[in-house]
């Protein structure tokens, strides 16, 4: 399955097979859907919007579960499930990361410290750490309990940062950014790792690590994806 959600304020799932959608359009968002994320085993789904709530939905049912999670007073662009399932991380317009029980939907902790919006979110691998990618220009690894920065704010961007992602093992970190490069991070040190990684002729809005941490994809709005070596920083396939 693929989750998807559109401007049209509709969550939506995708047979990957087939290429069909699954049941009938999730509705409920007031306005743009701007995020989605599938729960863990599959079953649930959380929703971030432009009408400044998140959501959670039944896949079987096409319904919320519970109310609408408020709390943050602009868009939420981003939003994750930890590995465990039992939190949610969203990022918004108003700068903050916050954190949401997934069972009860209470508000857990509020993350401060980015001053401008916060466009990505990930957990590590281990559910203990958060980075976040944000439009100062910086990114931010978070204590996933405390809510504290342990790392950074990591500067060498001069631009937005629309997107972030840790590898399985949570060695590294790859962002993407409005200057069209991608960049490689050390996890234990906050340095980057050589030299931005160019060849896009747009903003990078997306990015992944394959699974044994070797490469990463980059998706960019000049409507090409790149796939670089992370030891060597070349893009085999350009």
Same mark, same amino acid.
């Given at each position: 399955?693929?989750?998807?959600?559109?401007?049209?304020?509709?969550?939506?799932?995708?047979?990957?097979?087939?290429?069909?959608?699954?049941?009938?359009?999730?509705?409920?968002?007031?306005?743009?859907?701007? &995020?989605?994320? =599938?729960?863990?085993?599959?079953?649930? @789904? %959380? !929703? $971030?919007?432009? #009408?400044? /709530?998140? *959501?959670?939905? +039944?896949?079987?049912?096409?319904?919320?579960?519970?109310?609408?999670?408020?709390?943050?007073?602009?868009?939420?662009?981003?939003?994750?499930?930890?590995?465990?399932?039992?939190?949610?991380?969203?990022?918004?317009?108003?700068?903050?990361?916050?954190?949401?029980?997934?069972?009860?939907?209470?508000?857990?902790?509020?993350?401060?410290?980015?001053?401008?919006?916060?466009? &990505?979110?990930? =957990?590590?691998?281990?559910?203990?750490? @958060? %980075? !976040? $990618?944000?439009? #100062?220009? /910086?990114? *931010?690894?978070? +204590?996933?309990?405390?809510?504290?920065?342990?790392?950074?704010?990591?500067?060498?961007?001069?631009?937005?940062?629309?997107?972030?992602?840790?590898?399985?093992?949570?060695?590294?970190?790859?962002?993407?950014?409005?200057?069209?490069?991608?960049?490689?991070?050390?996890?234990?040190?906050?340095?980057?790792?050589?030299?931005?990684?160019?060849?896009?002729?747009?903003?990078?809005?997306?990015?992944?690590?394959?699974?044994?941490?070797?490469? %990463?994809?980059?998706?960019?709005?000049?409507?090409?994806?790149?796939?670089?070596?992370?030891?060597?920083?070349?893009?085999?396939?350009?």
């Amino acid at each position: 399955r693929i989750v998807s959600g559109s401007d049209d304020g509709t969550v939506r799932i995708w047979d990957v097979e087939t290429r069909q959608a699954v049941g009938t359009p999730h509705t409920g968002h007031e306005y743009y859907v701007l &995020s989605v994320a =599938f729960y863990p085993d599959g079953r649930h @789904i %959380v !929703s $971030g919007s432009a #009408d400044g /709530t998140v *959501r959670i939905w +039944d896949t079987s049912t096409g319904r919320t579960v519970g109310e609408p999670l408020h709390g943050h007073i602009g868009s939420v662009w981003c939003v994750a499930f930890s590995p465990d399932g039992k939190r949610i991380i969203s990022g918004s317009w108003d700068q903050t990361i916050r954190i949401w029980d997934a069972v009860t939907h209470e508000e857990v902790r509020v993350l401060r410290g980015h001053t401008n919006s916060v466009w &990505s979110v990930v =957990f590590s691998p281990d559910g203990t750490r @958060i %980075v !976040s $990618g944000c439009g #100062d220009s /910086t990114i *931010r690894v978070w +204590d996933a309990e405390t809510g504290e920065t342990v790392l950074g704010p990591l500067k060498g961007h001069t631009n937005d940062v629309n997107c972030v992602a840790i590898s399985r093992d949570g060695k590294y970190i790859a962002s993407g950014l409005d200057d069209r490069t991608v960049r490689l991070w050390d996890t234990q040190t906050g340095q980057a790792i050589g030299e931005p990684l160019r060849g896009h002729k747009d903003s990078v809005y997306s990015v992944a690590f394959s699974p044994d941490g070797r490469r %990463v994809v980059s998706g960019s709005e000049d409507s090409t994806l790149m796939i670089w070596d992370v030891e060597s920083g070349k893009c085999p396939t350009h």
